[in-house]
Antibody, heavy 126, light 112 residues
Framework: EVQLVESGGGLVQPGGSLRLSCEAS????????MSWVRQAPGKGLEWVAN????????YYVDSVKGRFTISRDNAKNSLYLQMNSLRAEDTAVYYC???????????????????WGQGTPVTVSS | QSALTQPASVSGSPGQSITISCTGT?????????VSWYQQHPGKAPKLIIY???KRPSGVSNRFSGSKSGNTASLTISGLQAEDEADYYC????????????FGTGTKVTVL
């Protein structure tokens, strides 16, 4: 069974930085897009960022552009999210998820998330 | 990228059927059959239950079904069971070449 295990969450002051990690196992990590999705306390899900298999394409939700950077190391089967200039509104549980693509007519589109990790909590507070 | 609109809550008795709506725009839900649905129990990670509007992953009960009309997608749970009490989220390609996802606002399903 596919496994995704996040780590790196914690308490950080506004303006600070944090790096989340997601270790993947039981599937060929280098063959899949991957995403980060977050959920603020008591709120809904919000897609944050995703990255192509080889890292050549990366996309972000507008609210984190310029502050967060998604990356991956296929040799280590790991996904990362570097979060800088953190704000109180970034407080959430951060999930990594395997991101499936729908390909048609030479283009591939966001399709669905078929496996999720258990999440790592991030709290931004002074 | 505004969130898709779902009712905050839906309830039903065991054995009944309920339907959750998910309203987007002609740029996202209305333009692509790339709608998925997720079930989330308290304190747990979301679980995929429907993809591509109406397809069920292996192992998901056939009591869950999906459909779409225009800019609105729907999830129907038939033969409601106590274990179906959870939060449900729709999700779609955001369209407009954003290569982004947009989630729904979420619906709390209560089994009476």
């Amino acid at each position: 069974e596919v496994q995704l295990v996040e780590s790196g969450g914690g308490l950080v002051q506004p303006g600070g930085s944090l790096r989340l990690s997601c270790e993947a196992s039981k599937f060929t990590f280098s063959s899949y897009w991957m995403s980060w999705v977050r959920q603020a306390p008591g709120k809904g899900l919000e897609w944050v960022a995703n990255i192509k298999q080889d890292g050549s394409e990366k996309y972000y939700v507008d609210s984190v552009k310029g502050r967060f950077t998604i990356s991956r190391d296929n040799a280590k089967n790991s996904l990362y999210l570097q979060m800088n200039s953190l704000r109180a509104e970034d407080t959430a549980v951060y999930y990594c998820a395997r991101d499936r693509r729908y390909c048609s007519g030479g283009s591939c589109y966001p399709y669905y998330f078929d496996y999720w990790g258990q999440g790592t909590p991030v709290t931004v507070s002074s | 990228q505004s969130a898709l609109t779902q009712p905050a809550s839906v309830s039903g008795s065991p054995g009944q059927s309920i339907t959750i709506s998910c309203t987007g725009t002609s740029s996202d839900v209305g333009s692509y059959n790339l709608v998925s649905w997720y079930q989330q129990h308290p304190g747990k990670a979301p679980k995929l239950i429907i993809y591509e509007v109406s397809k069920r992953p292996s192992g998901v009960s056939n009591r869950f079904s999906g459909s779409k009309s225009g800019n609105t997608a729907s999830l129907t749970i038939s033969g409601l069971q106590a274990e179906d009490e959870a939060d449900y989220y729709c999700c779609s390609y955001a369209g407009s070449s954003t290569f982004a996802y947009v989630f729904g606002t979420g619906t709390k399903v209560t089994v009476l």
